[in-house]
């Protein structure tokens, strides 16, 4: 196969697109791709500061980098959740890859805000996925307001959002289905969401980090052995086989003539938010935030 | 495995609803569906006259036999599409199925009505499939109106509405969106349709016609090979084997959460309806409806 656009030899075919590219042609594409997933949703404009969530994973490490190439003004933020082995190793992966490419980078650590993910594991009778993905929101969006960013970025990408949107579409949960997108206007306390990968799927990110040779950490987490919604991924990467540009096509299709719909008709959940007591967060769970509580819960399991 | 209920050995496994039956226990269980389905969603009263459309496979014949023993005053229709071997294979088995259990029968040749369907496919330049299925559809309605029916029943199962809806709703369709479902009301000259079998999957009804001996026809379509929906329904089994019970649970959650939302949004499609010129049949495509269209080709090509 030939690149489509330069006709010397294709390393990348993509199937969705009916078309391949050589490396370089497959990293303009990639970038026109990011650039129209941007602007045609209106995610962020040139001089807002952006603080991009990132893991040590490829897709936010590639998410970084074309931001910043693309002379978007970024600040990377490392959450390290002190699991033994894979967070030591994906800070070390993700202080380099900002040193190699001279990027801002903040670290919180969850050890220091006495909420070491080993610890909070302990003291929840519940598995601990779903507090941490919680504690992880938190300090994101903490961070990206006290840091005076207009929008917090994620790596999400077009399997990550199908999944999800099958997910909550097989369930057909109005609240998810009224706001699921890659843009989360900013109010009541929450920072600007975005996702600006979302046209692009995992394997076009992983060439991606591939050919511009981003070391990224592949440790998958200890607590989560499987990856998140890995049957409803598996079930849209035949869809797609079978039908190549669809998964595309169910994503947009939805934020053009399915969520609007629900928004029209869903109540905002976010009527019922107030300030966390102790520590001013959003929260619609009482009068303690959930992280706060967390913390709270695993200072008594230390103390016990 | 035993019969959950009996205790004898279970002759069908049904994962979906993590149970076994034996022979005698899963037909019981079947006819708890059916009479499940037409009650919680108001499908039909008994004393209500009912057709049912049936094609001579395995889903409609089932219907047929379990709507009568329930004491519904079905009626059958058979419509001979005049496709060379297949049609009249089915012919014979849907009198013979209708002799045996002392069912009312009545047949439409569309030969008779000169819309034989290899004349048509002859005379359009287009796959025939919708073109069939709108006149199927349409000698339906027009018998189950002309006849004083209270409903027409077809019957579609669970495997077959919930690919439906999931391809809707790959499309986010809100004009199929907001209509589809087991009971759609008589309004603007179209008779009541209902889908007494919507909670049952084809294993279940296929089931059912093997252990009460139901002949049926198999001969699938020559003129489309390949089943309606397959990649769609390929990909729902896959689901529902991850995880049993997901499909109807797919199903039930859009007809409570769904759909509605989707009625409320979406115009009326009715709203532009009139009458044929030609037959009167209700109609949205100009002074003729699609059916005496094709009439029309039919005859014009026959005469060319």
Redesign the interface.
């Known amino acids: 196969m030939k690149c489509k656009v330069c006709g010397q030899t294709a390393h990348v075919a993509l199937n969705s697109h009916n078309t391949g590219f050589c490396s370089k042609c497959f990293c303009d594409f990639f970038s026109r791709q990011v650039a129209r997933g941007i602007e045609s949703q209106k995610l962020l404009a040139k001089q807002e500061p952006v603080l991009v969530a990132i893991s040590g994973g490829k897709d936010s490490l590639s998410l970084m980098l074309e931001l910043s190439r693309q002379g978007y003004r970024v600040s990377g933020l490392f959450i390290d959740l002190a699991i033994p082995d894979s967070s030591g190793i994906a800070r070390q992966v993700v202080e380099r890859f900002c040193k190699k490419h001279g990027l801002d980078l903040q670290i919180i650590s969850l050890a220091d805000e006495g909420l070491a993910i080993p610890l909070v594991k302990a003291a929840l009778n519940r598995p601990v996925c779903s507090a941490c993905g919680k504690i992880k929101r938190h300090y994101f969006n903490r961070a990206a307001i006290d840091g005076g960013f207009a929008a917090l970025a994620t790596g999400h990408n077009l399997d990550d959002e199908t999944a999800r949107l099958l997910s909550n579409?097989?369930?057909?949960?109005?609240a998810y289905l009224s706001s699921q997108g890659p843009l989360l206007e900013a109010e009541n306390g929450f920072a600007r969401r975005i996702k600006p990968l979302w046209r692009l799927s995992e394997f076009e990110t992983a060439n991606y980090a591939f050919i511009e040779g981003i070391e990224h950490s592949c440790a998958s987490c200890p607590y989560s052995p499987g990856a998140s919604f890995t049957?409803?991924k598996?079930?849209l990467g035949?869809?797609e086989k079978?039908?190549p540009g669809?998964k595309l096509?169910?994503y947009q299709?939805?934020l053009?003539?399915?969520r609007p719909?629900?928004a029209?008709?869903a109540p905002k959940a976010e009527d019922a938010l107030k300030p966390c007591e102790n520590c001013g967060s959003p929260t619609s769970s009482g009068d303690l935030c959930g992280v706060c509580r967390i913390r709270i819960a695993v200072r008594e399991r230390i103390q016990a």
């Open positions: 579409t097989m369930r057909w949960d109005g049957t409803l598996n079930i035949r869809l079978a039908m669809r096509d169910f299709s939805f053009k003539h399915g719909v629900f029209a008709s």
